[in-house]
């Protein structure tokens, strides 16, 4: 098992470097000069440009520039200065990064849920209006653009049905309320976001464990089952969800990307303060180096979140560890 | 997905395309005039408005009508506005009185959405079938060397397509519109450039899969160059399989490029593209709902179509994928 975590954080690793390296080369040829992006409109001497470049170290070869800046980022963690935020990225990504956890996460535990839910009990009912329902509804929560499902979530449960707040992550008297009224609070501003930041991945699991679950039923070992006088009930939750299930730990795995870009847009719908609200401030207000630091670190919870799914996967089942050359 | 889905998804991009294409010739309203600013602004959909029409053929739109001597007056917003009689087509106000309507309403700047949708199918899958396009010849570009080439070159290109599918897919196409400023052109080279990598490894895997049988090693041996196995033996197997990507892929951008317009990245305005659509409505989603709403129908049943077309097709080529 030690083994192949190893082996898996070799993979990893030089991916995170790869990354950085396609990011520096998006930047060098990129129009325009970093110094531009500083100085703005305003117009200035060509020895004052010069010095600022000598400042910030680009009058120096680009590989050495690479390298510098690779230290910088991995190194240090040194990711600049955002100027919308008056802040060093750092920091501002400190301060967005847990929203984005608690969202991402809540989101997740909801697919989960749903996705399974659905999906086992869609299979069900195989052959019924249940599952034709549940596969259209599947298929056009995975067609709909997260920020309009977020839109239409806001207009019918914070407007015509005021269930929800729409916006933000506290309520304005948040600083008065008790610890139990805050936890409370919090969950009433999550909700509405997590469930469309979900939904897309929630469609996906359903179809995904709906289909395992009727190659599973299909199996000699549910007709044994059935044989042997298992209830019917027993055999779809029990037997064949059992079977169906496993897969399921990699798909969550390949759906962080989708949260991830995700959270992009429906932070910026529900002003959720985490990082896609910060990407977008960022991209308005032209502060490329944080638009940088959010997409490394973005692609390092996709890389992280890939990680932990093949580990769990391993963890779960020995076959996978055991073939991919675990045994040597 | 049943013969009925199959059909239905068929039709649906059938019309779409259709009014897509021929979209001036549809007798729609032009998709950027703002005809009235006082009087038409966010009219809910179905709505009728008073009108009359001039001598030169030109409509005056009201939002309410009265006749007053030898003339009559339009109310539009505060004010009132007077027109002689002589101005208005025939003469009279009966056969100048005209009732427009708009059966999706109109926006904010009380432009026609109807005509918006259309002519948004227009460039929203304009960028689509370009970009998915795009992406399959990239991908086919890289997956063939890299599976012809094998040894490091295959290495090489392998390890770069995992680095690019490892960056979120938004946060890359934000990131490259951050970079290289915003236009339709670089829309879609920016989701061309994003969507390569699926199309890659198919077309690598189906590289590898067919290299090592008899009829190519006797191309080979016959003195086949490279690019004449790749496209004369290799590629036509890979045909099918790449078009069903392609197909979901244009789905795929669709939703993307929403998504980029929606964060102002996408397709600059005035040029309506549904996710701009949908941006715009956005701020008044509690007094005018149908502005940002319809869109995302028209978003939904694409990619609902194309899914389900290119699912169907995908099955049809492989039987036991079935689900």
Known sequence: ?328 | MSAAGFKFALALIGVLAFSAIAAPWLGLRDPNEQLDGLVLPELAPLTRVDAVELVDGTLRFATELREIEGAVELRRGPRWDRIPLTDLYGGTLDSAHRRPRFVLGTDGFGRDILARLVYGARVSLLIGFLAAGMALGLGTLVGTAAGLAGGWIDGLLMRLTDVVLSVPRLFLAVLLVALYGRSLTTTILVLGATSWMAAARLVRGEILSLRERDYIQAARAAGAAAPRLAWVHLLPSAMLPLTVEGVLRVGDTILIEASLSFLGLGVPPPDPTWGNMIAEGRHRLFDAWWIATLPGFAIIATVVALHLFGEAARKRLNPSTAC
């Open chain 1, 1 to 328: 098992m030690i083994r192949y975590f190893l082996r898996r954080l070799l993979v990893a690793v030089p991916l995170m470097f790869g990354v950085a390296t396609l990011v520096f080369i998006l930047l060098e040829t990129a129009p325009g000069t970093p110094v531009d992006q500083i100085l703005g409109d305003r117009q200035v001497p060509p020895e004052v440009r010069e010095r600022i470049e000598r400042a910030y170290g680009f009058d120096r070869p680009a590989p050495e520039r690479y390298v510098r800046w690779l230290g910088a980022v991995f190194l240090q963690g040194e990711l600049g200065w955002s100027h919308s935020r008056a802040r060093p990225v750092r920091r501002a990504l400190a301060e967005a990064l847990p929203p984005t956890l608690l969202l991402a996460g809540t989101a997740m535990g909801f697919f989960l849920v749903f996705g399974i839910a659905f999906g086992a009990w869609s299979a069900a009912r195989r052959g019924r209006w249940q599952e034709r329902l549940i596969t259209l509804l599947s298929l056009a929560a995975y067609a709909m653009p997260a920020f309009w499902l977020g839109l239409m979530a806001i207009f019918l449960f914070s407007y015509k049905l005021p269930i929800f707040p729409a916006s933000s992550m506290h309520g304005i008297d948040f600083d008065t309320m008790s610890a139990a009224g805050r936890l409370f609070d919090l969950i009433r501003h999550l909700i509405l976001p997590a469930v469309v930041l979900g939904a897309a991945s929630a469609a996906a699991m359903t179809r995904f464990v709906h289909a395992g679950m009727l190659d599973a039923l299909a199996e000699p070992f549910i007709l044994a089952a059935r044989g042997r006088g298992v209830s019917e009930r027993r055999l779809l939750w029990g037997h064949a969800l059992r079977r169906a299930i496993l897969p399921v730990i990699s798909l969550a795995g390949l759906s962080l990307p989708v949260l991830v870009s995700g959270s992009l847009v429906v932070e910026v719908v529900f002003g959720w303060p985490g990082m896609g609200r910060l990407t977008y401030d960022a991209i308005l207000a032209q502060d490329t180096s944080v638009v940088l630091a959010t997409t490394l670190l973005a692609t390092l919870f996709v890389v992280l979140g890939n990680l932990f799914a093949d580990l769990a996967l391993a963890w779960a089942d020995p076959r996978v560890r055991l073939q991919d050359g675990g045994g040597r």
